[in-house]
């Protein structure tokens, strides 16, 4: 038997973040909040919910974090991302109650020069994200990740400067990030190994699709933060989503740890993930970004499990392990769904209450009287105008149970 390393492999969900800052992609507060509660369900580390100092994520950045103290979100942490300076984190900290922070800010030559432009040299990055770390630290934020953003294409002795600096100043983790998915899993072991061992802080693995190696990037980027006696966290979307080619894909990464060969049985995964949940919020996720899952994807994709060819067919039915090389039933999949094909009623910006009654009742939920159905029934109705798609019935159950929370999600002023 192969002794397993003593480090573990976490799970950071970006979904919320980097998922939603997609050029052409977004998910109504309502949709984030599921994606959170259905990361809870699957056992997820963290989720990167959203962004602190943005007016339009503060009562969903509360409410969810509402959510967290009421029991219904836990144990998962709710992190927010923000950029590694003084303001945003005292800006962040007076918006909302988060209590977990990554601080973002570039390292690399190409974006120190091509973005800053001369208002920052080197110096002044490491100066600036120690001044954040430390308000944070002040500010009793509890996790304090540290971005080095491009992190691939920075200088190797400057980003364990950086990294030195951050831990000194009080960071909990480095984020070393693939910005634009130039690294190779070769090179990324290496610099990773050199960064780990120089620094002795667990490392975030943040990777990119534009080579398409974001998840072999990923595990090996983890393979060499725990070869070197750190945890690692590898930061993932559901089904990928996320800024250009996307990001790492949560079950690909998952599946990767549990079943390749150079990972089974050796490294660790985060004992709670339950990857029965996987399917449930892949094609949620599709539903909410309106984006189908492909044929081809790894694990929900309509083929993953599909046999034709004659000599496949047959010896998929002889012994499943002849080709597929994990099960339907561990990924949730394989249950019948039951889709109603004569009359539906459903409830959306327009109903009425006796169509709502309806919806209701095939969900099993009662109400107390008249008057709560009529609450919840207008609350469901500004939740439709609020997605702009029929609600699934897990939203509807979620308003339902936590009315006032949903409304305060859907609630958005913008400043005078
Ligand atoms: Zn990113």
């Not at 050029?23 to 309502?30: D, E, F, N, Q, Y």
């Not at 954040?132 to 190797?156: L, P």
């Not at 004992?271 to 492909?294: C, D, Q, R």
Request: aromatic content about 8%; glycine content about 6%; overall charge positive.
């Amino acid at each position: 038997m192969t002794k397993k390393k003593a480090n573990i492999i976490r799970i950071i969900d970006v979904t919320n973040r980097d998922g939603v800052q997609t050029s052409r992609l977004g998910l109504a507060k309502l949709q984030k909040t599921m994606i959170n509660m259905y990361l809870n369900d699957m056992g997820v580390y963290q989720s990167e919910f959203g962004f602190p100092v943005t007016h339009h994520e503060t009562n969903y950045l509360n409410a969810n974090l509402e959510l967290a103290k009421k029991g219904a979100l836990k144990p998962i942490v709710l992190e927010g991302w923000i950029r590694a300076i003084e303001d945003d984190v005292v800006t962040a900290t007076q918006m909302t109650d988060v209590k977990h922070l990554n601080l973002s800010i570039s390292t690399s030559d190409q974006m120190i020069k091509g973005k800053f432009k001369g208002k920052y040299t080197k110096k002044d990055v490491i100066k600036n994200m120690v001044k954040a770390a430390k308000v944070a630290k002040r500010k009793n934020i509890k996790t304090i990740g540290v971005n080095a953003e491009d992190a691939s294409r920075s200088d190797m002795s400057y980003l364990i400067e950086f990294s030195l600096a951050a831990k000194e100043a009080g960071a909990t983790r480095i984020r070393y990030c693939d910005t634009l998915g130039f690294d190779d899993p070769f090179s990324i072991y290496e610099r990773v190994a050199h960064l780990a061992s120089s620094v002795e802080l667990p490392i975030e693995l943040h990777c990119h699709n534009d080579l398409g190696m974001v998840v072999a990037c990923s595990i090996a980027g983890a393979k060499a933060a725990i070869d070197s006696g750190v945890d690692a966290y590898i930061n993932t979307t559901v089904n990928g989503m996320g800024e250009r080619a996307g990001n790492a894909d949560l079950a690909s990464v998952i599946l990767a740890i549990k079943h390749s060969s150079g990972f089974r049985g050796k490294y660790k995964l985060d004992e709670k993930i339950n990857l029965k949940k996987v399917w449930k919020i892949a094609t949620y996720a599709s539903y909410a970004f309106g984006i189908p899952i492909p044929v081809n994807q790894v694990a929900v994709g309509a083929n993953a499990f599909a046999h034709e060819s004659g000599i496949h067919a047959d010896g998929a039915l002889k012994d499943r392990r002849n080709y597929e090389l994990y099960d339907y039933e561990e990924l949730g999949r394989g249950e019948p769904e039951i889709i109603d094909t004569g009359r539906k009623i459903t409830a959306g910006e327009y109903s009425g209450i006796k169509g709502f009654r309806n919806v209701y009742d095939k969900l099993e939920i009662k109400f107390k009287n008249e008057k709560q159905a009529a609450e919840i029934l207008e609350l469901v109705r500004y939740a439709n105008v609020h997605t702009q798609k029929p609600l699934t019935e897990d939203e509807l159950r979620f308003i339902a149970t936590y009315p006032v929370i949903a409304k305060k999600i859907f609630t958005m002023a913008p400043l005078k």
